[in-house]
């Protein structure tokens, strides 16, 4: 990202037609629904030129979400496992832990931070969240930064 470049959070009800179309012809092209660009902007009813004049703009709100760091910090029972089930799920929902730091647990408490990479998530950081929070032992769960 460029320092110059500034991003607004739109509801899409608002958004102009051509814009609204090219997110559409986007989504067919990354889900495989089409093959070719003039497969997918004939499909949508838009004109070529305007789809690559607002592709590379466009992004969907939780898919620039998934491609950042994230910061979580979470308090855990010390109970012996419970750390791996915390890392067995992060693996399963497609988050790469890339550090971890756990205190020493004081009346029965540790306290977890970790920086995940969320590029391969499956789930948006909301329902990763809230799957976390879920797991029994897991006491509180949140997120502190994103990078």
Do not use: C, W
Not at 5 to 31: C, G
Not at 119 to 137: N, R, W
Request: charged share 20%.
């Amino acid at each position: 990202m460029k320092r110059d470049e500034k991003f607004y959070l739109i509801r899409s009800d608002i958004l102009p037609e051509s814009i609204v179309k090219t997110i559409e012809a986007k989504k067919m092209l990354e889900s495989g629904e089409v093959d070719t660009v003039n497969e997918a902007v004939e499909r949508v009813g838009l004109s070529r030129s305007a789809f690559y004049k607002y592709k590379d703009g466009i992004f969907p709100f939780n898919s620039m979400m998934n491609e950042t760091i994230m910061t979580i910090t979470f308090s855990l029972e010390h109970t012996s496992g419970l750390l791996s089930k915390v890392l067995t799920y992060m693996a399963e929902q497609g988050g790469n832990v890339l550090t971890i730091n756990q205190t020493i647990p004081l009346q029965g408490i540790a306290t977890i931070s970790m920086s995940v990479d969320m590029a391969h998530m499956k789930v948006s950081s909301t329902e990763f969240l809230d799957g976390l929070q879920q797991l029994p032992g897991v006491r509180k769960a949140m997120i502190v930064g994103r990078g």
